[in-house]
């Protein structure tokens, strides 16, 4: 999750430097890997605090990474979509709230 979030932030930045429409909407579509890996995480963490409630301090902090990593993706994703109203003029919002 980290690495795909990170190279989401860099292909962003990429794609802004160069007005590379290919690899901002890569990353967009990026972004609901991210999002069912972070759901992935959340369900397996639950499950781990159920079995055992010795673990809910550990996993509450990993729930916390998970959530911030699942925000960085979206913070890139925001930045390919700008890209996309820069070369186009055409406003595409994919981050639009799942909660």
């Known amino acids: 999750m980290a690495e795909k979030a990170t190279n989401m932030l860099n292909?962003?930045?990429?794609?802004?430097?160069?007005?590379?429409?290919?690899?901002?909407?890569?990353?967009?579509?990026?972004?609901?890997?991210v999002d069912e890996l972070y759901d992935q995480v959340y369900r397996e963490l639950l499950l781990f605090m159920i079995q055992d409630p010795d673990t809910i301090q550990r996993a509450t902090y990993l729930l916390w990474v998970?959530?911030?990593?699942?925000?960085?993706?979206?913070?890139?994703?925001?930045?390919a979509e700008r890209v996309i109203f820069l070369v186009t003029g055409k406003l595409v919002e994919i981050n639009v709230s799942r909660y």
């Open 66 to 79: 998970a959530h911030d990593l699942e925000r960085f993706a979206d913070r890139a994703t925001n930045i």
């Open 11 to 33: 292909d962003s930045i990429d794609a802004l430097l160069n007005r590379d429409m290919v690899k901002a909407n890569a990353v967009c579509q990026a972004d609901d890997e």
